[in-house]
């Protein structure tokens, strides 16, 4: 099964970040875009994308992850950007700040699962993925787009983050959450 941990959003996040995704969808809909924006109850941070784990393997990763310690963070939602540059635009995304908190905790899920699976190795950037572009010649006017967007500063306080299992369908992933982990001191 596909599987990957990833903290929630806020109602409120997940309200504005919905609103701004159609304000985008309007804006961009002359590009002539192969694009998919996220389902509103699909958003969220992914900390570690686990790929496909074999059901015999998930009850150690759950186990190690269980003794990871982490207290409450807080973090705001900051400025629009794009993956993987300006020149060739294939995700739009939100980042948010301060990032150091959900480094930290994936980090920590990161080292924890050293000897359960093999590491990616890749460095974690902490953002909430709001669309995919398949196909554009346009990239140079997405990006000047994005320039122009102000974020709303929404706050967010993290208390858990949770391992999910994804499943792909033809109209898009179903997220379904596994466990939660919560955090252990204040």
Known sequence: MRCF????LSDEANDYLYDLMNSLKKELK??????RFTPKKNLHITLMFLGE???DKLEGIKEKVRGINFKP?????????VFP???IVRVLWIGITPAKDAIALQKKIDESLLSV???KDHEFK?????ARVKYSKQSSKITLLVKKVNVKNI???INSFGLYRSELHKDGSKYFLLEGFEAKSK
Do not use: R
Request: glycine share 2%; charged share 30%; no cysteine.
């Open 5 to 8: 941990f990833a903290i929630p």
């Open 30 to 35: 002359n590009y002539n875009l192969k694009i």
């Open 53 to 55: 784990i074999k059901e």
């Open 73 to 81: 963070f807080k973090f705001e939602l900051s400025k629009l950007g």
């Open 85 to 87: 540059n300006e020149d």
């Open 117 to 119: 699976i093999e590491n």
């Open 126 to 130: 902490a953002h909430i993925t709001l």
């Open 155 to 157: 706050k967010n306080e």
